[in-house]
């Protein structure tokens, strides 16, 4: 009888602790202060699943310490050269220089076959998991709106969403945040091959073309929502140029925006670009009424004629300088996070400039530079200034070291946080988290960037509700059947477990 009562009582207690552990509230998250919007603006509304600072000390004044995934879905020629490469035997107004192109010299057929390859292989798991380990906890993933919104005139190919929601899982699995960003919008809102079309832009001469990245954008958002577990952050657009459209026009999209994201996401981040206005002039891009919002800056010291003339000593201390309204900004009005930056003070990287327009350092940009523009007597894109990081002088690697090093005591530690650009690349060392981390010129941080548990257990079963892989119906209905009977299993298991252990203690 005594045995019998005792493990009554343990099979009793067990039962009754899985039920509490099923029945725990879900965390939230707070939506009051800025610090908050570091890293979490949005609870986990499906799961109660515990917050990184139980896993791995994280907090919600932890910034925002993140890597872009750029140069996949939307390509860019400084990125990937190779994928542009194949057309130099052709005269030179018939080669490539941007996605629009490409897909068009290619044909949907095989730019599709090309694309779908290196949307498959460009970014892994691996990649991830290794970033995490070097302190990552968020990912910025760049989106060209015909990923969502594609008409037949177009030569653009879509297919992007189910290699999207490939990385939103992984994303998940590592316990990454991510940043959903607009990356290009119809017509072009800059005329940048990074919009996906380089030349004349014409995105706001056409109502057409802003109903139609509205609509891009909305589906993007419900993306956010489908995911709201892993995506905390919406990017508006990429880089709407100033030089190209008035401030107060380019303002109404942004109010027009926020209306339709809230409508879908009231709690995500929303994050606009300052479309290279000076940090005074920023007011000008923000209502008053908005919430949960961030200014996204971008700030790089060799797209100037002048900046690529200063030495190393002028370079570091540019950096507090370019950072002083910013910081004012960021205190008096919404946060700022640096959504782009890199370790670059030369403009030698392959195409940086785009495919074919040569470079400021050795005088050869179209257009721009009739004699090398450089701190030195003779200007040259080989040695520390070249592709190959082999080449590096230890000077040279201190130096990177120490740059990166002064941007990051401003943007980790005074501002919501950032974003390098890019996550890897194939020849632009400069330019290249995971290699920078490598050689030694990027630091590394404590790992925020955690599993999250499944409210069920310690155990790891994934809930119907938080599953979002890019599967059919059939296949969600499958895997929640399967992970039913784990659950049983491991109850019952757990049960007889503890009944034998109490059996043979007696």
Known sequence: ??????????????????????????????????????????????????????????????????????????????????????FLSRNKAEIPVDEWTFTAALGKAEAKRQLEEHWATFVTRDHLESMAESGINWIRIPIGYWAFNLTDGEPYVDGQVPYIERVLEWSRDIGLKVELDLHGAPGSQNGYDNSGRRGVPEWLHSRINVDRTLDALAKMTKMAVDWSDV???????????????????????????????????????????????????????????????????????????????????????????????????DKSSIGVVVGEFSAATHDCTKYIN????????????????????????????????????AEFSAHYKGFLRNYIDAQLAVYDQELAGWFFWNFRTEGAPEWDYILGVEQGWIPSFPRTAMPKLNESSAIVFEDAQTSHAATSEAGQAMRQSANSVLGIAFTLGMVAATTCYLLLSL
Not at 254 to 262: G, I, P
Not at 270 to 295: C, N, S, Y
Not at 360 to 389: K, Q, V
Request: aromatic share 10%; proline share 6%; net charge negative.
């Open 354 to 389: 785009g495919l074919g327009r040569g470079s400021r350092w050795e005088g050869t940009l179209e257009g721009i530079a009739d004699h090398p523009l450089c701190p030195f007597d003779t200007c040259s894109c080989t040695g520390d200034y070249g592709s190959n990081p």
């Open 1 to 86: 009888m005594k045995s019998q009562a005792l493990v009554g009582s343990a099979i009793s207690a067990l039962l009754l602790s899985l039920v509490a552990v099923r029945a725990s509230p879900p965390v939230s998250a707070s939506s009051e202060s800025k610090s908050a919007l570091a890293v979490s603006t949005q609870a986990a509304a499906t799961s109660a699943q515990p917050s990184d600072a139980e896993l791995e000390g994280d907090s919600d004044t932890t910034p925002i310490r993140g890597a872009n995934i750029g140069g996949v879905f939307l390509i860019e020629p400084f990125i990937k050269p190779s994928l542009f490469d194949q």
């Open 231 to 329: 995506v905390y952050g919406i990017q508006i657009l990429n880089e709407p140029s100033r030089w190209k459209w008035e401030v107060k026009d380019i303002f109404a999209f942004y109010n027009e925006a926020y209306d339709l994201v809230r409508s879908i996401a009231p709690d995500v981040l929303f994050m606009i670009h300052d479309t290279f206005l000076g940090p005074k002039e920023w007011p000008t891009l923000v209502a008053p009424r908005w919430t949960q919002a961030l200014m996204d800056t971008h700030i790089y010291q060799m797209f100037d004629n002048y900046m690529v003339t200063i030495n190393e000593t002028a370079h570091i201390d540019m950096v507090a300088k370019m950072a002083e309204d910013i910081t004012k900004f």
